[in-house]
């Protein structure tokens, strides 16, 4: 499967811990996107990468959120401190450069539970 | 008022019936993006539009720049296409895709 893949796919937590989701894009793709989406909404943006900068990042993602992308290929994505506000689906999605208008292709999300 | 309005917000048709989507915006795009979502969660790119029309199989998506309007129609519409339907656009001033509430389209046999 040379898709974008994410791992896990479902996380509970407690109120307060740290979780680290992680994701795959396709190996040529040098964009990758997070996005959280939480329950009858649609996704939000969260943050973005070219290779292994950080170009773009949401008034959303507050100080316990850090996202990396270390070699420009996998991205981290952590929260720290969770929250119950922060129980939503995170999707990952990647892109190969192609100006303003790249189709993303995206992962099967991470499901986060925060009891 | 939020950026990109979809409508409706639900649908329910009987199989065969053809379907329309529609999805208005109000910010300057570089391009618009007609995604698929199952049940699950999974996300598919179904068209990435910047002019004009296109199809894919029985999909077809048109938009139009000066009215700032697309819209996604299914023909000959199954069950297997039940899903939310998003359209997403791309701003001119950067990489981030702003979403629509989406389309929850339930097709009956």
């Known amino acids: 499967d040379t898709g974008v893949s994410q791992d896990p796919r479902h996380k509970i937590t407690k109120r307060g811990q740290n979780v680290t989701f992680r994701c795959d894009p396709i190996?040529?793709?040098?964009?990758l996107y997070w996005y959280r989406q939480t329950l009858g909404q649609g996704p939000e943006f969260l943050t973005y990468?070219?290779?292994?900068?950080?170009?773009?990042k949401s008034r959303l993602l507050s100080n316990r959120f850090s996202a990396e992308r270390p070699k420009g290929s996998f991205s981290t994505l952590e929260i720290q401190r969770t929250e119950q506000g922060d129980s939503a689906m995170y999707l990952c999605?990647?892109?190969?450069?192609?100006?303003?208008?790249?189709?993303?292709?995206f992962g099967p999300g991470t499901r986060l539970t925060v009891l | 008022k939020n950026e990109v309005e979809q409508s409706p917000q639900n649908l329910t048709a009987q199989e065969g019936e053809f379907i329309t989507i529609n999805c208005s915006y109000s910010?300057?795009?570089?391009?618009l993006h007609w995604l698929q979502q199952h049940p699950g969660g999974g996300i598919v790119s179904l068209f990435m539009?910047?002019?004009?029309?296109k199809k894919h199989g029985r999909l077809i998506a048109t938009i139009n720049i000066q009215e700032k309007h697309s819209s996604l129609h299914i023909t000959a519409s199954h069950p297997r296409d039940s899903a939310v339907y998003i359209c997403?656009?791309?701003?001119?001033?950067?990489?981030?895709?702003?979403w629509g509430a989406g389309t929850k389209l339930i097709i009956k046999p």
């Open positions: 990468f070219q290779n292994e900068a950080q170009l773009e």
């Open positions: 910010v300057g795009i570089s391009a």
């Open positions: 997403a656009v791309r701003r001119y001033s950067n990489y981030q895709l702003i």
């Open positions: 999605a990647s892109s190969s450069t192609g100006g303003y208008t790249d189709t993303q292709y």
């Open positions: 190996s040529e793709h040098n964009r």
């Open positions: 539009l910047s002019s004009g029309k």
